[in-house]
């Protein structure tokens, strides 16, 4: 099966996956208890202003046509208008997502070097003193929260030695570039200690594979081995669990960002729900849930491609 | 001195007392023991023996393609009066492949399966200052050599996409690439089902004569060594303990472990009577025995045989026994007869 047909398939089979979650995510507004209007606009409402909320919200009508509505606000892009912004959901989760997207690609990018490397050395090195080593980092990356991680590289990076911005990612491109550092080497940490000890263990197993034994049999270069035998076929699992964390890293802006003060997706959920600003956080979610989907389509049909023994049916 | 000269232009390869150590845990594994052996141009050369009697480590060791934590304390490989293991690692890729090609048991695992057999196949035309059209030429010939059908769209393919015999043939190609002199064949049929089996021994014997290589077959199954081999060496805990011809070897075996092993094929003759296995377990090659290795399963041991290991005698000529009492043998029949006077 090609990949567009695959990825047509793929597509229609996300539309009942998306519509479960679309319920669901009705489902868990609705079953906070309480009155939403009365939550959302404190205990000093007047019953004008609320009445006059749930008016907005469509509080009053059944839950069935409330469904419809907010199903209907979906597929339309029209997610309703925040509460405390007083703009439509859309419009702020499009100014907000592009530091998430940032973040998550310079992350991407260091979460690479942080791992690639010392994983193949480690491998190559199995029980030697390097391998030793980064097995012990990997372990330290492992069990260590991520915005503890965040909060100490402030300490030293932004606090005493003032190379790096305390928060916020200021106005100017380069400025951004500045301010997404520390954050995406905070996230790159936390999730390269998983990879690391993945690539190691391929490493360890292909390098001692009848095919590696069998390409030097043939009088290949040690770096073409490297390379085309040792390296092609380990970062093929590696590459897969990447993309995979990929999604952790998108949920992972919600802490990072907040750390750091970014003024992204993470940060703008976790604002809205101290908010009760529910229109958003439901638009988040929904986005998420659209972001991971995409992310495990992509993840599906770079495996296939990196690995022919693979099909996609 | 004359002689010495034939001798050596004779012999493509020659090994003498090649010792093998492996280091695992604190605790030395004798692999292999003393080994010495040629191969002549043109000639099949057969190890025989039980898993872990030091066959493979033996064959790898020749081209130095052994696991990192082993050692070779002692002895030397001459290809072409060249000695293997004092090479640098740059004159040591020479050799591999293009002079010493290997090919091993399972194809399904001894090919990359990410890369095309083409890829493959082209990686043995690297440092050659082939063109590419020259490489395409030389690939689907070699394809069709070992009998693949259809050469220009498999070499495309992936081993994957390869039925099990096939799959060897595609390894033989690929190694063959290269236009090694010598072959060294680690179990290639022990992967595949008795009539593929049969097809790739006819296929290594045919494309023996047609290359002018010689082979190193190394396997555990006597009908193979009798289908392919000129000489053979039954080898046991890391010792050889017989060589001889393959004639010899079956009509006269001359090691009591030899003979149990010729004795443990079913035959057809014997319609009644059951298998007959040599009983007991080889030694652990930590804790060999100072004797003879063979000794405790030897139904002739003797205190001589525990407490002295014996050398390998020349009891005829180019038939060597590493035994005591291997005139004890002298009449023993093998699985063949073969017309022949008094000695």
Same mark, same amino acid.
């Given at each position: ?35 939403? #209007? ?61 530091? !998430? ?20 050395? #480690? ?40 190379? @790096? ?6 106005? !100017? ?53 490297? !390379? ?10 590696? !590459? ?9 890293? @998108? ?23 101290? #908010?009760?600003?529910? #229109? ?7 986005? @998420? ?25 | ?13 020659? =090994? ?132 693949? %059908? ?64 010689? =082979? ?17 060496? =039954? ?57 003879? %290795? ?15 290991? %014996? ?33």
């Amino acid at each position: 099966m090609d990949v567009f047909n695959y990825t047509l398939k793929r597509i229609l089979q996300m539309i009942p996956v998306f519509l479960i979650v679309t319920v669901l995510i009705f489902l868990l507004i609705r079953a906070i208890p309480g009155d939403p #209007a009365m939550v959302m606009l404190g205990e000093k409402a007047t019953p004008e202003s609320l009445a006059a909320l749930r008016e907005k919200l469509g509080l009053n009508e059944s839950y069935i046509k409330q469904f419809f509505l907010y199903f209907k606000g979906i597929v339309t892009f029209d997610l309703g208008d925040s509460i405390k912004f007083n703009t439509p959901v859309s419009t702020l989760i499009f100014s907000r997502v592009g530091t !998430t997207i940032c973040l998550t690609i310079m992350s991407t990018f260091f979460t690479v070097i942080f791992s690639f490397i010392p994983g193949y050395i #480690a491998g190559i090195n199995k029980d030697k003193i390097p391998d030793q080593i980064v097995r012990l980092i990997a372990l330290i990356g492992l069990s260590v929260p991520s915005f503890w991680i965040g909060l100490v590289l402030l300490i030293i990076f932004a606090v005493n030695i003032k190379i @790096f911005p305390v928060a916020g990612w200021g106005n !100017t491109p380069w400025e951004h570039f500045v301010g997404l550092i520390l954050p995406s080497i905070t996230q790159a940490i936390a999730v390269s200690a998983v990879l690391i000890r993945n690539l190691r263990n391929n490493v360890v197993d292909i390098k001692n594979s009848d095919y590696v034994d069998f390409a030097r049999s043939k009088g290949i270069s040690p770096l073409r081995i490297s !390379t085309h035998h040792i390296i092609r076929n380990a970062l093929i699992p590696t !590459t897969t669990l990447l993309s995979l964390k990929l999604i952790a890293m @998108f949920g992972g802006s919600i802490v990072i960002e907040n750390v750091f003060n970014l003024p992204g997706i993470g940060n703008l959920l976790v604002n809205s729900i101290y #908010a009760r600003d529910y #229109a958003v956080v439901q638009g988040i979610v929904v986005m @998420f849930v659209v972001v991971v989907m995409v992310i495990n389509l992509l993840t599906d049909i770079i495996y296939s491609i990196l690995d022919p023994r693979v099909k996609l049916s | 001195m004359a002689k010495e000269i034939i001798k050596d232009n004779d012999n493509l390869l020659e =090994v003498n007392n090649l010792n093998v150590r492996f280091y695992s845990n604190g605790r030395e594994m004798k692999a292999v023991n003393g080994v010495t052996f040629n191969i002549k141009k043109g000639e099949t050369f057969g190890f025989v023996g039980e898993s872990g009697c030091g066959k493979s480590t033996t064959s790898r060791a020749v081209i130095r393609l052994l696991a990192e934590n082993a050692k070779v304390p002692e002895g030397e490989i001459l290809y072409n009066g060249t000695d293997i293991l004092k090479l640098s690692q740059d004159k040591l890729r020479k050799i591999r492949g293009k002079e010493i090609g290997m090919i091993f048991q399972e194809p399904m695992t001894a090919l990359n399966p990410v890369l095309t057999i083409k890829k493959q196949v082209y990686e043995q035309f690297i440092g050659t200052s082939m063109t590419n059209k020259e490489k395409e030429e030389r690939a689907i010939e070699m394809l069709r050599l070992v009998g693949i %059908p259809s050469p220009e769209k498999r070499l495309k393919e992936y081993i994957h996409q390869f039925s099990g015999g096939m799959r060897q043939r595609a390894m033989i190609a690929t190694t063959l690439a290269a236009n090694p002199k010598l072959l060294i064949a680690d179990e290639p049929t022990t992967a595949l089902d008795v009539t593929i089996q049969d097809q790739i021994i006819k296929l290594i014997n045919k494309i023996k004569k047609q290359m002018g290589m010689s =082979v190193l077959l190394i396997t555990h199954d006597l009908g193979v060594i009798s289908q392919m081999c000129d000489r053979v060496a =039954v080898m046991y805990a890391g010792y050889f303990v017989e060589t001889a011809d393959t004639l010899t070897l079956f009509a006269k075996p001359r090691h009591p472990y030899t003979k149990g092993l010729i004795d443990a094929l079913p035959s057809t003759e014997k319609k009644n009577s059951s298998l007959m296995p040599i009983k007991g377990t080889t030694p652990s090659l930590a804790e060999l025995p100072k004797g003879c %290795p063979f000794g405790p399963r030897c139904p002739y041991c003797e205190d001589k045989c525990v407490n002295e290991l %014996p050398e390998m005698t020349e009891i005829e000529s180019g038939h060597m026994v590493r035994c005591h009492f291997s005139y004890k043998l002298k009449n023993a029949s093998g699985l063949i007869s073969i017309e022949e006077g008094e000695q």
